[in-house]
C-alpha cells in the first residue's frame, strides 16, 4: 500500500508563492508518477500538475508558467515538490497529492490519480 502525506499549504496574498511538498512511502515498484490534484466545494477535482521517473511532465494550462512540479527519488523516500508562484485567488483550493504505476501518459489528462493523499488547503487573498 502506498502512503502519501502532503504538506506545505496555508495562506498567502495575491501574486505570493508556496511550496507544497508529498512524502511517499510503501512499494509503488520501479515506473511510477505521482501529481497533484486541486478541488474547491462544488466542483470536480482537477489535475495541476504531474511527473514521472523517466522525467515526463505535464501541466493544467491554468498553472503552466506560474507552477513547478519536481520528483525527489534520491534517498528510500520519494517527494514530489509543487513550487506555485504568481498566485491567484482562483488558485485557491484543497491540493491533493496522487501517484500511480506506471509512466506518466502526457496529452492525455493523465495526472496519476490513483493513489491519494489526505490533501492540503491553499488559501490565496486578492
Known amino acids: 500500500q502506498v502512503q502519501l502525506v502532503e504538506s506545505g499549504g496555508g495562506s498567502v496574498q495575491s501574486g505570493g508563492s508556496l511550496r507544497l511538498s508529498c512524502a511517499a512511502s510503501?512499494?509503488?515498484?520501479?515506473?511510477?508518477?505521482m501529481g497533484w490534484f486541486r478541488q474547491t466545494p462544488g466542483k470536480d477535482r482537477e489535475g495541476v500538475a504531474a511527473?514521472?521517473?523517466?522525467?515526463?511532465?505535464?501541466?493544467a494550462d491554468s498553472v503552466k508558467g506560474r507552477f513547478t512540479i519536481s520528483l525527489d527519488n534520491a534517498k528510500s523516500t520519494v517527494y514530489v515538490h509543487l513550487q506555485m508562484n504568481s498566485l491567484k485567488p482562483e488558485d485557491t483550493a484543497m491540493y491533493y497529492c496522487?501517484?500511480?504505476?506506471?509512466?506518466?501518459?502526457?496529452?492525455?489528462?493523465?495526472?496519476?490519480?490513483?493513489?491519494w493523499g489526505r490533501g492540503t488547503q491553499v488559501t490565496v487573498s486578492s
Open positions: 511527473v514521472d521517473v523517466d522525467g515526463s511532465i505535464t501541466y
Open positions: 510503501g512499494y509503488i515498484g520501479s515506473a511510477y508518477c
Open positions: 496522487a501517484a500511480d504505476r506506471g509512466y506518466l501518459i502526457t496529452g492525455g489528462g493523465h495526472y496519476c490519480g490513483h493513489y
